[in-house]
């Protein structure tokens, strides 16, 4: 089992940035991909990035340009640097793990509240 724990979410202004962290520890040496997703109100989670651990990307369109991606290589953290945010980027974040590159993923963490005021 992997345990998923994120930070650094918060209040920050349209265009600003944050970068969120996520820290993962138990059974981190099987993760082949380590990503993050959102839930805005209302709306279903979504994918917002992913990695894995032969260092291939995927970003959401929604977030390209603004968002990157990147990790230890170690598989135990994770961070989602998000910059010129916007109101529609407020939502909870939540990252996560699989073992596999692609697929569902296995384990998530509790989530970390980001809102971006206009």
């Known amino acids: 089992q992997v345990q998923l724990v994120e930070s650094g979410g918060g209040l920050v202004q349209a265009g600003g940035s944050l970068r969120l962290s996520c820290t993962a520890s138990?059974?981190?040496?099987?993760?082949?991909?380590m990503g993050w997703h959102r839930q805005a109100p209302g709306k279903q989670r979504e994918l917002v990035a992913f990695?894995?651990?032969?260092?291939?990307?995927y970003l959401a369109d929604s977030v390209g340009g603004r968002f990157t991606i990147s990790n230890n290589g170690a598989k135990s953290m994770w961070w989602l640097q998000m910059n010129s945010l916007k109101p529609e980027d407020t939502a909870v974040y939540y990252c996560?793990?699989?073992?596999?590159?692609?697929?569902?993923?296995?384990?998530w963490g509790q989530g970390t509240e980001v809102t971006v005021s206009s």
């Open positions: 996560a793990s699989r073992y596999s590159d692609y697929g569902p993923f296995d384990y």
């Open positions: 138990g059974s981190i040496f099987s993760i082949s991909a």
């Open positions: 990695i894995t651990s032969h260092g291939s990307t």
